[in-house]
């Protein structure tokens, strides 16, 4: 197979969605050719990227460009959202869009109407939870599209990892996130204010954000600075040893606005550890946690709740470590990258309308 990878977000730029395109294209090159259409330079080894400089009005049309150029009819497009197929020119082959979440969330009917148009010149969806596919299907023309919910993990490991040290007698917090409001830490900070010495606890936070600032203030607020560390970003092996001695992943996201949890890799990422996950209730992230079986979902907002929620999970040690074991298994048969990738191409090869 032949695969041209068009899209805004890629490596060397870091974050959720060029995590993803980035692993995709690279797992990708097991099953063919791969040529990746990124808005800026990029230079992976073993990946082809084309990418000529443009402002931003006409990036679409040299990118289109491009494409045709390279485009022949066995190719498969894969384009990481609805408003990379702007840049596609006429192609009567299998062009496949990944729809993430939010972008659905739509409140003008000229969008409305745009993200249609664009709709129209693909051949599949692939979602990155029912959630997501629901609202694509409730806004949107779809009937011409094959459709199917796959997790966008195809960047997670396909093999067993260590199990985590649960030796230590205090309970280690681990949240991994782009720091927003939406992440619900600071509903989790306030609930948590209550139990800071029954049971005792550390909590570590990595990633940055424009919420980072409220985060420190409130922590220094709630006297927590002895409990609750902020460590800013960190390379993919400090992360993986952070996510080795975790108990419990913490990350309550709640819809803010038009802006939506599609899925949450992170709770991927700590169930491939055994790690139960605190996640809330809105978007995607039932798919990523089930509630009951791989950890908790719970409204942020319900402080009672969340409260509730927080202290089950630190103090019923035993019940901690089964949805830790659940989870693992969980993501060894749904999220793993192999897993996710077979059932990628299979939907690309075989799927029916």
């Known amino acids: 197979m032949k695969f041209n990878i068009v899209t805004q977000t890629f490596a060397p730029t870091v974050g959720g969605m060029q995590f993803v395109m980035t692993s995709l294209a690279k797992a990708l090159r097991a099953h063919g050719e791969v040529i990746v259409f990124p808005d800026a330079a990029a230079h992976i080894p073993g990946l082809k990227c084309i990418h000529t400089p443009m402002i931003k009005p006409y990036r679409h049309l040299l990118k289109r460009l491009n494409l045709w150029r390279s485009l022949t009819p066995s190719n498969t497009i894969i384009c990481d959202s609805w408003k990379s197929l702007n840049a596609l020119p006429t192609f009567h082959g299998k062009v496949v869009v990944l729809a993430h979440g939010q972008e659905f969330i739509v409140q003008r009917e000229k969008k409305q109407m745009r993200i249609n148009r664009l709709l129209k010149k693909a051949t599949h969806l692939v979602a990155s939870s029912h959630d997501t596919l629901q609202r694509a299907t409730t806004s949107f023309d779809l009937s011409h599209l094959k459709t199917c919910v796959i997790a966008p993990t195809y960047g997670l490991s396909s093999t067993s990892l260590p199990s985590k040290d649960t030796s230590n007698q205090k309970i280690k917090l681990l949240s991994v996130c782009r720091l927003e409001e939406r992440k619900g830490l600071q509903f989790a900070l306030k609930a948590l204010s209550h139990y800071k010495n029954k049971p005792e ?3 570590h936070i990595i990633g940055d954000g424009e919420f980072k600032c409220t985060l420190q203030s409130l922590i220094q607020e709630l006297g927590m600075t002895n409990t609750v560390h902020l460590h800013g970003r960190m390379s993919d092996e400090e992360k993986q040893k952070m996510y080795q001695i975790a108990d419990l992943f913490v990350m309550p996201s709640y ?11 992170s709770y991927a990422e700590a169930a491939q550890y055994g790690i139960p996950s605190i996640a809330g209730i809105d978007g995607g992230v039932k798919d990523a946690v089930i509630d009951g079986l791989t950890g908790w979902c719970t409204n942020p907002k319900d402080t009672n709740g969340l ?6 999970a630190m103090t019923d040690h035993q019940l901690r470590l089964q949805l830790g074991f659940n989870a693992k298994a969980y993501y060894t048969e749904n999220f793993a990258g192999s897993v996710v990738l077979e059932k990628l191409i299979n939907h690309i090869e075989h799927a029916h309308a």
């Open 255 to 265: 819809q803010s606005g038009s802006s939506i949890e599609g899925f949450g890799i």
């Open 307 to 312: 409260r509730a929620t927080l202290e089950i």
């Open 201 to 203: 606890f550390d909590w």
